[in-house]
């Protein structure tokens, strides 16, 4: 059984930053794209950084560009998030997601992780 798992939400204040990561078990080794999507209140949820297994090109969404960073752990077969100068639109449930084929639409991920609430103040 796949399991993604997502920790390290949080409050932070403007201009903060906070590291997410997303631990994968389970059957994976198939999976060829990884990302984090995000969804904030009365908002369709977004894509916020995908990126391909080994890939040194990963897509940032263009609200994040410049200030998140995504990244995967292979060793420890983590997804992380490393998220800098926080802003609060930057609030939301992020979510890590994973599927064989990579794509920066949520519709295309099969799999999900249960989400980590992020909250930025002003």
């Known amino acids: 059984e796949v399991q993604l798992v997502e920790s390290g939400g949080g409050s932070v204040q403007a201009g903060g930053s906070l590291i997410l990561s997303c631990a994968l078990s389970?059957?994976?080794?198939?999976?060829?794209?990884l990302g984090w999507f995000r969804k904030a209140p009365g908002k369709a949820r977004e894509g916020v950084a995908v990126?391909?297994?080994?890939?040194?090109?990963?897509y940032y969404g263009p609200p994040v560009k410049c200030r998140f960073s995504i990244s995967h752990d292979s060793v420890n077969n983590r997804l992380v998030l490393t998220m800098n100068d926080l802003k609060p639109e930057d609030t939301a449930m992020y979510y890590c997601?994973?599927?064989?084929?990579?794509?920066?639409?949520?519709?295309?991920?099969?799999?999900w992780g249960q989400g980590t609430q992020v909250t930025v103040s002003s």
């Open positions: 990126m391909p297994t080994g890939s040194d090109s990963p």
């Open positions: 997601a994973a599927d064989t084929v990579c794509s920066v639409l949520e519709s295309d991920f099969g799999y």
């Open positions: 389970g059957h994976t080794t198939s999976f060829y794209c």
